[in-house]
């Protein structure tokens, strides 16, 4: 007597296969997001960390001319209270002949940049460098505010707005300075 086994074939059927695809596909294109989404960021982060350094050397020069007593104290307020810096928010331009920003002799034909690169001849700090002016997307605000219960001690506000492909932040630095150096 001979028997005859069906022999049984295990496998994938093909609704198997489209199933395990579109699992495999959903994953890589979450993946795919996310990356995306993580260079985004970085690329974010270099324009915030521009307008934190903006902001610190604005704030650096206005200690810097107290202290090599470039300006007074006097001097040392917004225009609109009898100071030296202007009011509301400035271009972002290179400092003028006093060295400080914000000011009224800010250089107006030279618009403030960075240098995100080296020219043609491959060499940092030659005339030929990739540079990035700010002037168009930037604006700087320098705020003085008196504190009410000590005299002579000002509340000082830089405000840097930028609005760059399509992102409006800004960043805020805030910090005292007295008339004592």
Do not use: C
């Not at 982060?45 to 001319?65: G, L, P, R, V, Y």
């Not at 034909?109 to 060499?123: M, R």
């Not at 990035?132 to 320098?142: D, Q």
């Not at 001690?153 to 932040?169: A, C, D, H, M, V």
Request: charged content about 15%.
């Amino acid at each position: 007597m001979n028997r005859h086994r069906k022999s049984v074939q295990r496998g994938f059927t093909l609704i198997e296969s489209m199933i395990a695809l579109g699992v495999l596909m959903f994953g890589i294109l979450s993946l795919s997001a996310i990356f995306t989404n993580g260079v985004q960021t970085s690329y974010n982060s270099q324009i915030d960390f521009i307008a934190q350094q903006k902001a610190q050397e604005a704030m650096e020069s206005i200690f810097t001319a107290r202290d090599t007593h470039v300006l007074t104290w006097a001097q040392i307020n917004n225009a609109s209270k009898g100071g030296v810096f202007l009011d509301g928010p400035q271009p972002m331009y290179a400092p003028g002949p006093d060295g400080i920003v914000g000011t009224a002799d800010d250089d107006s034909k030279t618009p403030d940049s960075i240098v995100v690169g080296p020219g043609p001849d491959n060499i940092f700090g030659t005339a030929d460098d990739i540079q990035i002016n700010l002037n168009p997307w930037m604006t700087r605000t320098i705020q003085f505010t008196p504190v009410a219960t000590t005299p002579n001690l000002f509340q000082i506000t830089i405000t840097i707005n930028y609005n760059y492909q399509g992102r409006k932040s800004s960043y805020v630095l805030t910090t005292y300075i007295s008339n004592y150096a």
